[in-house]
């Protein structure tokens, strides 16, 4: 998929059954730096909350993201249109 930018617009350089949602995902940056969560940058070392609760989190939310991003390659652009026509064409009638 290529933005254009500036311009409001998208389109797609592959078939819509080889693109999948992880890919438009990562081709428009929703994340900054490949992590979908962000922990406070500078948390009071003197809070024992702030100071421990990355370290504890981390596997976790790695996971979390692991399974979110797997979901999302498992979806095709191709179902999402097919799904989105099938429901525009159910709600106009």
Do not use: W
């Given at each position: 998929?290529?933005?254009?930018?500036?311009?409001?617009?998208?389109?797609?350089?592959?078939?819509?059954?080889?693109?999948?949602l992880l890919?438009?995902?990562?081709?428009?940056?929703?994340?900054?730096?490949?992590?979908?969560?962000?922990?406070?940058?500078?948390?009071?070392?003197?809070?024992?909350?702030?100071?421990?609760?990355?370290?504890?989190?981390?596997?976790?939310?790695?996971?979390?993201?692991?399974?979110?991003?797997?979901?999302?390659?498992d979806v095709?652009?191709?179902?999402?249109?097919?799904?989105?026509?099938?429901?525009?064409?159910?709600?106009?009638?």
């Open positions: 998929m290529k933005v254009r930018s500036g311009t409001g617009g998208a389109y797609h350089i592959k078939e819509l059954e080889k693109i999948n890919d438009i995902y990562r081709a428009v940056n929703v994340v900054e730096g490949g992590q979908l969560f962000h922990f406070h940058d500078s948390p009071n070392p003197q809070c024992p909350v702030g100071a421990n609760i990355e370290f504890v989190l981390n596997l976790i939310l790695r996971r979390a993201q692991g399974a979110m991003e797997k979901v999302l390659e095709t652009l191709k179902e999402l249109v097919t799904g989105l026509t099938q429901q525009i064409n159910a709600t106009a009638n």
